[in-house]
Nanobody, 121 residues
Framework: QVQLVESGGGLVQAGGSLRLSCVAS????????MGWYRQAPGKQRELVAR???????NYADSVKGRFTISRDNAKNTVYLQMNSLKPEDTAVYYC???????????????WGQGTQVTVSS
């Protein structure tokens, strides 16, 4: 079983920066795309950024130019560097990974427990 453990959330003033990390606690046959989602109170969970195993990235329009996603495949870790934070970035941020535990098993989605990011104005 794979667990995704997030860290790096917190309280920051508008214009500040935070770096989120997400580590997979166990090894697997392969880790496919990994990404970050967020959910603000009263809103649906939305994609923030996603990175393929080969390093291709895509971002929500609202974070383009401010957030950068990266991954370290040797450490099964994905990062989200968040700069120029705005109050509307306040949300619980969730790590997501597509994981194939064994060669003959299908890819399955795993989620972290979430980390709170609060941006004050």
């Amino acid at each position: 079983q794979v667990q995704l453990v997030e860290s790096g959330g917190g309280l920051v003033q508008a214009g500040g920066s935070l770096r989120l990390s997400c580590v997979a606690s166990a090894s697997a046959f392969s880790f496919n795309a990994m990404g970050w989602y967020r959910q603000a109170p009263g809103k649906q969970r939305e994609l923030v950024a996603r990175i393929s195993s080969g390093g291709n990235t895509n971002y929500a329009d609202s974070v383009k130019g401010r957030f950068t996603i990266s991954r370290d495949n040797a450490k099964n870790t994905v990062y989200l560097q968040m700069n120029s934070l705005k109050p509307e970035d306040t949300a619980v941020y969730y790590c997501n990974a597509g994981v194939r535990l064994l060669r003959d098993l299908p890819v399955r989605d795993y989620w972290g427990q979430g980390t709170q990011v609060t941006v004050s104005s």
